[in-house]
DNA sequence: CGTCAATAGTAGGATGTCCAACTATCTGGC
DNA sequence: GCCAGATAGTTGGACATCCTACTATTGACG
């Protein structure tokens, strides 16, 4: 019980400090993991399921967050070239910029790791791989 | 960043797991968690302020955590013995059964900790140790 | 080549979390 | 004693997440 009780308390820290950190780009932890999702891709746009299963989030959830991208000027919804169901999420230049400023941010903030040293956030990482290996999160 | 990305996943995947093996019992993993705090408690009696800290949730989350707890008939709000400004979450006689009842089956399935071993799970709790310490969440 | 199951995305509703603002009460310094 | 500031809890609003149900489109099998 105690990893699952540290779990849930490092994300609530983590993720605070990482929403603080974009709170002046007017950003979420949510919204640029999409944007920087989206930003990686060779033609900077990705159907929306794509990202649902990269984020590993319900599809609902890509559809709210696009909403609030997409309001924000930050991303464009445009057709898919072959598939008339699915939609593309296209970054848009003031997405790129946005997310380019809010990166260094994150940077800077260690992406929410604050003060702990390089070498334990790799031990991070290593143990709780094994979880997201039960779960096929990563193989 | 993949210590960041690491402790969202991982989050997710054990809280789902739980909020699963949570739901013949018609209760989430904040409520369980509230009601396991209250019942811990000597008098089987909080104040809702103590529980936001202890759980380091706010104030505004114990409210609607207790409130569905006590429709649910599992807790009782009473007033506090000397301070008129607090309230006293109480757990009845249902609340307890239903706890004990959700503690086995979360005992079953580990805490969403899976088929993950002992071992790595004593690491996990250790690594992240550091997150919270730099927090302040533990000393 | 036509029907029907599968897939992509969205709408509506529930839960949990936070913040800002509010009411009620307590407490400490004058 | 009294009044200002602190404290306890709630209310209303914002976001993110999920689930169920729905529409539109695709693709595969008879």
Do not use: C
Request: hydrophobic share 40%; aromatic share 4%; net charge positive.
């Amino acid at each position: 019980m105690a990893a699952a009780t540290s779990i849930t308390r490092a994300h609530q820290i983590v993720l605070g400090r990482i929403n603080q950190a974009l709170l002046p780009f007017d950003l979420t932890f949510s919204r640029y993991e999409a944007l920087a999702l989206i930003s990686f891709s060779r033609s900077g746009a990705l159907p929306l399921g794509k990202m649902g299963e990269r984020l590993q989030v319900h599809p609902t959830s890509v559809t709210n967050t696009i909403d609030r991208l997409e309001a924000d000027g930050l991303v464009r919804r445009v057709a898919h070239p072959t598939d008339r169901r699915a939609t593309l999420a296209k970054i848009t230049a003031q997405g790129r910029l946005r997310l380019e400023k809010a990166t260094q941010s994150m940077v800077e903030i260690r992406f929410g790791l604050g003060e702990v040293p390089e070498e334990p956030t790799v031990q991070i990482a290593n143990t709780l791989a094994e979880v997201r290996r039960s779960a096929g999160d990563i193989s």
